[in-house]
Nanobody, 122 residues
């Protein structure tokens, strides 16, 4: 069992930045790839970014490439998502999740956090 707790969401104006974090506990964090997904009201959950166990491989959705950066601190059992140049269409609940490999689909991932809300106003 893995417990994930997201934090750092909030409200920001378009063009601004936010960093969301996900703290993991329960099993050896460094054994797992991590991912970030988001879900806007009335929409399906979509992939945002993922990172391998060592942090050496990262993957991004086309919609966030060049604006968002995923990273991890294995000593702190935490994965981060730095979001820059935010747009109103980035508004969503952001979820972190655990996987064996750094996949890009919801079904690639197992345990999920409860989410943190990000609102970007124009």
């Amino acid at each position: 069992q893995v417990q994930l707790v997201e934090s750092g969401g909030g409200s920001v104006q378009a063009g601004g930045s936010l960093r969301v974090s996900c703290a993991a506990s329960g099993r050896t964090f460094r054994n797992y790839a991590m991912g970030w997904f988001r879900q806007a009201p009335g929409k399906v959950r979509e992939f945002v970014a993922s990172i391998s166990q060592s942090g050496g491989r990262t993957y991004y959705a086309e919609s966030v490439k060049g604006r968002f950066t995923i990273s991890r601190g294995n000593a702190k059992n935490t994965v981060y998502l730095q979001m820059n140049s935010l747009k109103p269409e980035d508004t969503a609940d952001y979820y972190c999740a655990v996987s064996i490999v750094p996949g890009t689909t919801v079904t690639d991932f197992g345990f999920w956090g409860q989410g943190t809300q990000v609102t970007v106003s124009s």
